[in-house]
């Protein structure tokens, strides 16, 4: 498994084994205080607990400091050479008997449940390709025009220049503004494509009339 999978597995079984340790801690505070309470199997319960927990609490802060990979691979070691340095010998004392007894059965379980567990780094996210650059506009080619052509398409430019028709079969040209160019000059640039006619509106509306990129570079030349 990977780095952040093998992090959220780790993490939930520690979370587990604490919230276990603390309630077996909080029943026997809770026997504690009632008189004539048995508390052999309560403290027996709360040894082995803590005993499991213990490992699982050295881990996380050893997975804080040098990841899950390195933090695991650690705990495993200690945890082997400390069963394997641990003795047969007995203490005087019953309970540190049992703490140890619980302490190494806590290691035992903390290497079985880690068995086999191999982790991976996180492999890097994949680059999204590089977007094509949009190739560049082909050159607009300015043709030669005369003053008069010229004109046309700067009132084109500048006055609101419109095709409207007055009567069926017959249209004349309309400006919003300044000089009204001949209708002969402006139906020759637009049959030129250095203008055009916007043919989505109806024609006794008026339909307006623009340049084309042609026409806007042969008044920009």
């Known amino acids: 498994m990977n780095v952040t999978t093998a992090y959220r597995v780790l993490t939930s079984r520690a979370e587990d084994v604490f919230d276990q340790d603390a309630k077996a801690r909080t029943r026997l505070t809770n026997a504690l205080t009632v008189d004539g309470a048995s508390l052999d199997g309560l403290m027996d319960a709360a040894l082995v607990s803590a005993g499991i927990a213990k490992p699982w609490r050295q881990l996380m802060k050893r997975i804080e400091v040098h990841g899950p990979i390195e933090g695991l691979a650690k705990q495993r070691e200690e945890a082997i050479e400390t069963l394997l340095q641990w003795g047969f010998g007995m203490s005087t004392s019953l309970v540190?008997?049992?703490?140890?007894?619980?302490?190494?059965?806590?290691?035992?379980?903390?290497?079985?449940?880690?068995?086999?567990?191999?982790?991976?780094?996180?492999?890097?996210?994949?680059?999204?390709?590089?977007?094509?650059?949009?190739?560049?506009?082909?050159?607009?080619?300015?043709?030669?025009?005369?003053?008069?052509?010229?004109?046309?398409?700067?009132?084109?430019?500048?006055?609101?220049?419109?095709?409207?028709?007055?009567?069926?079969?017959?249209?004349?040209?309309?400006?919003?503004?300044?000089?009204?160019?001949?209708?002969?000059?402006?139906?020759?640039?637009?049959?030129?494509?250095?203008?055009?006619?916007?043919?989505?509106?109806?024609?006794?509306?008026?339909?307006?009339?623009?340049?084309?990129?042609?026409?806007?570079?042969?008044?920009?030349?």
Do not use: C, Y
């Open 96 to 221: 540190s008997n049992a703490q140890r007894l619980a302490e190494q059965d806590g290691l035992r379980r903390f290497l079985s449940a880690t068995d086999g567990m191999e982790i991976t780094e996180d492999e890097p996210p994949a680059e999204e390709p590089e977007p094509t650059p949009e190739p560049a506009p082909a050159p607009v080619e300015v043709p030669k025009v005369t003053p008069a052509q010229k004109r046309t398409l700067e009132a084109i430019r500048d006055n609101g220049v419109r095709l409207q028709e007055f009567r069926v079969a017959a249209t004349r040209v309309e400006v919003e503004r300044g000089e009204r160019p001949r209708k002969d000059m402006v139906e020759f640039v637009i049959a030129q494509g250095w203008a055009k006619q916007d043919t989505s509106r109806p024609l006794f509306h008026g339909q307006p009339v623009s340049l084309t990129a042609v026409g806007e570079a042969i008044l920009a030349a």
